[in-house]
């Protein structure tokens, strides 16, 4: 199938699912304290909405959900609703929710790079960007609402891809496992990652979000298996190895770029104007 053929069909593909629509919210978990906005402050709002340009919102129409352990606390694990904008085919910057009602608070924002950008990095920079590849072979990460050809096309152009993650509040949807959400933002930036091995996510969580949203995530790690061809071994496959079990279970196409690998890729990355 040509390419030009294959992204007709997923264009014709995502006008159908504007037709169909999609009703599976996720609430927040948490509502901030605080006291009911005015009659001032509601009228302020309805006027900016029509007088001021929202411009650099609108290009974030592209709604991911997927999961993340913190970097320097793996146990503590968040449901992630990303709202992204694709600026070029190499980078794509996402803000963060906890849920995708018009309740849902900002916690985190993410920017996803390519392979061919991440191999520009200095090493001491690598370290801040998970992998991505057991996230869409296993089917956790999903893009809801759209048609399945659709999603595969958005999920291959993701492949080998790295995700650079900052949580800023403590805070999943109401239903997700683990800890409470904090009333506020408080504390220091959390550095999320990716899970990548079957058996790292908390009991529940994955579960939880694809009962809500109506997700079979088995059915899509099956349908996904299309996309192994072209997975390659990422840095960061292992970064958190050793704070889950050790009965964790590998996935194919999820693997660490190899050491010697590392080395020859910066050895070519430096040889470019």
Same mark, same amino acid.
């Given at each position: 199938?040509?390419?030009?053929?294959?992204?007709a069909?997923?264009?014709?593909?995502?006008?159908?699912?504007l037709?169909?629509g999609?009703n599976r919210?996720?609430?927040?978990?948490?509502?901030?304290?605080?006291? @009911?906005?005015?009659?001032?402050?509601?009228?302020?709002?309805?006027?900016?909405r029509?007088?001021?340009?929202a411009?650099?919102? @609108?290009?974030?129409?592209?709604?991911?959900?997927?999961f993340?352990p913190?970097?320097s606390?793996p146990?503590?694990?968040?449901?992630?609703?990303?709202?992204?904008?694709?600026?070029?085919? @190499?980078?794509?910057?996402?803000?963060?929710f906890d849920?995708?009602t018009?309740r849902?608070n900002?916690?985190?924002?993410e920017?996803?790079?390519s392979?061919?950008?991440?191999?520009?990095?200095?090493?001491?920079?690598?370290?801040?960007?998970?992998?991505h590849n057991?996230?869409?072979?296993?089917?956790?990460l999903?893009?809801?609402?759209?048609?399945?050809?659709a999603e595969?096309?958005l999920m291959?152009?993701?492949m080998?891809?790295?995700?650079? %993650?900052?949580?800023?509040?403590r805070?999943?949807?109401a239903?997700?496992?683990?800890?409470?959400? #904090?009333?506020?933002?408080?504390?220091?930036?959390?550095?999320?990652?990716?899970?990548?091995?079957?058996?790292e996510a908390?009991?529940?969580?994955v579960?939880?979000?694809?009962?809500r949203?109506?997700?079979?995530?088995?059915?899509?790690?099956?349908?996904?298996?299309?996309l192994?061809?072209?997975?390659?071994?990422?840095?960061?496959v @292992?970064?958190?190895? #050793?704070?889950?079990?050790?009965?964790?279970?590998?996935i194919?196409?999820?693997?660490?770029?190899?050491?010697?690998?590392?080395?020859?890729?910066?050895a070519?990355?430096? %040889?470019?104007?």
């Open positions: 199938m040509s390419i030009i053929y294959s992204r069909i997923v264009v014709s593909a995502l006008l159908s699912s037709i169909v999609c919210e996720t609430s927040p978990g948490v509502a901030p304290p605080g006291a @009911d906005t005015s009659v001032t402050t509601d009228v302020l709002e309805a006027g900016a029509i007088l001021q340009d411009s650099p919102l @609108d290009p974030f129409d592209i709604h991911l959900v997927g993340h913190m970097k606390d146990y503590h694990q968040l449901e992630a609703h990303h709202f992204c904008h694709q600026v070029n085919e @190499d980078f794509a910057q996402c803000v963060l849920g995708d018009n849902s900002l916690n985190g924002i920017y996803i790079i392979e061919s950008l991440f191999n520009t990095l200095p090493e001491e920079e690598r370290i801040f960007w998970h992998p057991y996230e869409i072979l296993s089917g956790q999903v893009a809801p609402g759209i048609p399945e050809i595969i096309e291959a152009g993701k080998n891809s790295y995700g650079k %993650t900052w949580h800023v509040w805070t999943s949807p239903d997700s496992p683990g800890d409470p959400s #904090d009333p506020l933002p408080l504390g220091e930036p959390m550095l999320g990652w990716s899970f990548n091995r079957d058996g908390m009991p529940g969580l579960e939880r979000r694809d009962a949203m109506q997700i079979d995530s088995a059915d899509k790690r099956e349908r996904r298996q299309e192994l061809p072209r997975a390659r071994p990422q840095s960061g @292992d970064a958190l190895q #050793d704070a889950f079990p050790a009965d964790t279970q590998s194919p196409g999820v693997s660490e770029m190899p050491t010697a690998a590392q080395a020859a890729h910066r070519v990355d430096s %040889t470019r104007p």
